[in-house]
């Protein structure tokens, strides 16, 4: 049964309390244990008190990061409502003000945290667009990745799927900016940088997809990557030019809310990190999919079967991402840092940083929010 319990949690995100009896009975299993090992303490685990405004996991190494954002990037998150999302964001915030009720559980304190973090803003607490979201990256990219690979031979189709890619990569790219910066009059800016995106992507998929026709069947699936691959190198840096213009705070390790000075160099750092793990999770999938269908194209089940194209690539496809989407944000940590001689290429900025820090010491490095 409680295996069976678990796995209807895990569905429905259920993470209210335990039943009274379950509860009585643990009471009583309690008392049964702590009689026979009266010397044993609770482990701090499940007593200390979580910090909800730090990742659960240590952000210092790999496997750390990679938990963290496993846990913010679950898809199951965009089909909570908008009322339950709100209501664990006050969860969050009377935990942290120690207001919560008494009878509330650790499980739901996390429980509270994920849906918090995958659904608001980090830097306003605006609760952001569904499709925005890093969760949605899952089921949205399982859809367009897969329709790029499969129609590629049409032009049209081409421009279509490159078209929707830029249009989804624009609303995650401004959703999970650096909103430290914003100002009243971005959204024009906003608007022309999606439309020179999209035209860029869509261009270098039609040229690719030429160049590539002629190098045998595999190769030239590989179009959609190339163009993919562009469009990062595009529309990330346009849809965040406002953080190159106008620089992102940066800040000594221990002191996140001490911001010294808003960096340029600190921003392209940032966006340049978010372009790689963009590619880096578009890679594998994208890559090796034409490969392993071209690979199973011989066999006699596939040539009987000709309709399992599809559910095999789209299978292929959520497995890939379901891994990558993870590995590839775990690349880099969420709050970076850098060298303090980097400010050093702008000339300006290490002058204003020398003026602005008045710290006992000798500040080595900063850090700043690259974004996701």
């Known amino acids: 049964m409680d295996g069976v319990r678990f796995l209807i949690q895990l569905v429905s995100h259920d993470k209210s309390p335990p039943d009274e009896s ?75 003000a120690k207001k919560e009720a008494k009878d509330t559980t650790r499980d739901e304190i996390i429980y509270a945290k994920k849906l918090r973090d995958s659904s608001f803003h980090p830097d306003n607490g605006e609760l952001m667009n569904v499709l925005g979201r890093m969760s949605s990256q899952f089921p949205a990219n399982v859809f367009i990745t897969t329709g790029m690979l499969a129609f590629y031979k049409s032009a049209a189709a081409v421009i279509g799927w490159q078209f929707l890619n830029q249009s989804f990569n624009a609303l995650v790219n401004y959703t999970n900016r650096n909103a430290q910066i914003d100002q009243e009059d971005d959204v024009r800016v906003i608007k022309e940088a999606f439309i ?30 190339l163009a993919v691959v562009v469009g990062n190198m595009v529309n990330l840096p346009i849809m965040r030019q406002r953080e190159i213009i106008r620089g992102i705070p940066i800040s000594p390790k221990d002191q996140e809310s001490m911001a010294i000075m808003n960096s340029k160099i600190a921003s392209i750092k940032a966006i340049s990190e978010c372009v790689i793990c963009r590619i880096v999770m578009a890679a594998p999938g994208m890559i090796l999919i034409p490969v392993i269908m071209n690979r199973i194209k011989p066999y006699c089940f596939y040539q009987l079967r000709p309709w399992i194209r599809f559910p095999v690539e789209i299978s292929l496809c959520g497995a890939f991402l379901l891994l990558m989407i993870p590995s590839a944000l775990a690349i880099y940590p969420q709050r970076n840092s850098m060298k303090t001689s980097f400010l050093k290429i702008n000339a300006n900025e290490y002058e204003e940083f020398q003026k602005n820090y008045k710290g006992k010491s000798e500040l080595d490095r900063v850090c700043y929010n690259k974004g996701l």
């Open 22 to 96: 379950n509860k009585k009975k643990k009471s009583d299993s309690g008392k049964n244990d702590k009689s026979q090992d009266s010397g044993k303490k609770e482990s701090p685990k499940s007593t200390e008190r979580i910090n909800v405004d730090k990742p659960l996991w240590s952000q210092d190494n790999y496997l750390g990061r990679w938990r963290h954002f496993a846990f913010i990037t679950d898809f199951r998150t965009i089909f909570v409502s908008e009322e339950k999302l709100k209501a664990a964001k006050k969860l969050c915030e009377d935990y942290k």
């Open 196 to 225: 020179f995106a999209a035209v860029s992507s869509c261009a270098t998929a039609l040229i690719s997809r030429r160049i590539l026709s002629r190098r045998g069947p595999v190769v030239s699936r590989w179009a959609p990557f």
